[in-house]
Every structure is written in structure tokens, then in C-alpha cells.
């Protein structure tokens, strides 16, 4: 992200509580609703193989989930925090991930799920092809930059790049199609009352949300390095779950999240 982009972002993540006041104040999460309510009906063969890890967020739509997390007991939003930072440090080792919220192959928090999830294998064949091969290449590219450290990615994750579905099925058993980029670019107006015109331009403003958390608690310059760190370690044998405590001794987590009670 570009540096100037960074810093705008980056200081409303870390402000949720008055972010989440003026999305609901301007009817953003309505806004949210209504957009989701507009998409078709569809069914799969629920095989979870779509949630091998956490999906890009949109800024509005990272505040609703926060605001959800939040409203959780607190054993259960330290879970959540604990998979987050797991997810976000250590993916490039682990290829049995998944989303933070799939449990037992079911979607935690299926009601509020994100675009990305609402529209996964509704995109025509052409473009998912491309998505996959284009999400591979990505994957393998980042694989033989993380070997530069002394890391070693295993085939598996790489094979696990993974974008789209073909199983996905109207009401009526048929496929379909949807325009993903329109319906994106709906979600990406609620989030310009948020932050400013030109970052949601270009930036599109879509980050998972470990990747987001990963910025409010440790600064988003700081992530790579840290990664870094923790993944030579990791391979060296130290346990990954006494890593995880580190980090989690150092994280600046935003004050919805450490509180006892759901904020607004």
C-alpha cells in the first residue's frame, strides 16, 4: 500500500469506536445490508474448500465483523484474536488453514459473512480461470522471496491458491452468474464515506481481517519483519503456539476488543 494511503487507512483502523459511530450514524451498515440482500439465493455442496483461509474485506465490512467479534464472550473473541494472528503470521507454513470463522465446515458467522463470500463461485469461468492462475503465480512468487530468509513453503500451500468454485447453485440448481466488479464497486462507495475518495480508488481498501487487525496492532511496517521472524523461528523448531503467545503479549488490539461488553 502506498505510503501516503497507508497512513490514512491505518488511523481510521485504529480508531473503530468513532468509525463504527459514523458508519451508523450514515447508515453504512444499511447500506451493507441492502447490498447483500440483492444478491441471489444460492446453495453448495458445502465441502468448506472456498474457506482455506480468511477473505478480503472491505473497510465498512471490517467494522461490522469487528463490531460482531466484539459482541462475543471474551473466551471466544481470544480465540478469534489468537486464529487471526495465527493465520496472519504463520499461513505460509500451514497449508491446512482455514478462515478464522469456519468451524466443523460451518461458517461461524454466516449471516454477516463478507462480499467476498457472498459472491464466491458466481464469477463467469473465463475470469476465474485467470483469478486462479493469477492467484498461483502470486502465491509462487511470494514463496521464492520467503526462500530468500531460509523459509521453505511447502507445495501445499501454493497449491491451495485457490479463488473460485464452479459447484455454486441458484434456488433452482442452475448456474449463474454475477458482476462481481459492479457489486464490489457499490461496497467500495460506502466505504469512501469512511476514508478518503482517493485511497478507496486506489487501494481498493481490501484486506483480510488478520491482515487489519495485523495493522492496528503492530503497524502495517512492522508486519513483514515480524513475519519474517517468527516463520524462521517456527521452522527452527520453536513451537508455534509459544510464538503466538508472544505476539499476543505485544499486540495493541483495538479497545472493542478488549473490553468485557459490546461497545457502539
Keep these: 500500500m502506498m505510503a501516503n494511503g497507508d497512513s490514512i487507512e491505518s488511523s481510521a483502523e485504529a480508531d473503530p469506536e468513532r468509525m463504527l459511530g459514523r458508519a451508523s450514524k450514515a447508515g453504512l451498515f444499511d447500506g451493507l445490508r441492502r447490498i447483500y440482500a440483492g444478491l441471489p439465493r444460492t446453495a453448495c455442496e458445502k465441502c468448506a474448500r472456498c474457506c482455506f483461509e480468511s477473505p478480503g474485506v472491505f473497510f465498512v465490512e471490517y467494522l461490522s465483523l469487528l463490531e460482531a467479534v466484539a459482541g462475543t464472550s471474551e473466551e471466544r473473541r481470544d480465540e478469534l484474536i489468537r486464529r487471526a494472528f495465527r493465520e496472519l503470521f504463520f499461513s505460509w507454513i500451514e497449508p491446512d488453514r482455514s478462515c478464522i470463522f469456519l468451524e466443523s ?25 485467470v483469478a486462479e492462475a493469477q492467484a498461483r503465480l502470486a502465491a509462487r512468487e511470494e514463496a ?9 513453503v511447502p507445495e501445499a500451500v501454493i497449491r491451495r491458491a485457490l479463488v473460485s468454485c464452479d459447484r455454486v447453485r441458484n434456488a433452482r440448481g442452475e448456474a449463474i452468474t454475477v458482476n462481481g466488479e459492479a457489486i464490489a464497486a457499490r461496497v467500495a462507495k460506502l466505504d469512501a464515506a469512511l476514508i478518503p475518495q482517493q485511497v478507496v480508488i486506489e487501494e481498493f481498501c481490501f484486506r483480510s481481517l488478520p491482515e487489519r487487525l495485523g495493522a492496528v496492532a503492530f503497524g502495517q511496517e512492522a508486519i513483514e519483519g515480524l513475519r519474517v521472524q517468527l516463520l524462521r523461528r517456527a521452522q527452527s523448531g520453536q513451537a508455534i503456539g509459544e510464538l503466538l503467545a508472544l505476539v499476543l503479549a505485544q499486540a495493541r488490539l483495538p479497545r472493542q476488543l478488549g473490553a468485557g461488553r459490546r461497545r457502539h
Design 105 to 129: 465446515k460451518r461458517c461461524t458467522i454466516y449471516d454477516q459473512r463478507p462480499l467476498a463470500c457472498r459472491i464466491f463461485g458466481l464469477v463467469p469461468e473465463a475470469d476465474r480461470d
Design 144 to 152: 521464492r522471496r520467503l526462500s530468500r530468509f531460509g523459509i521453505e
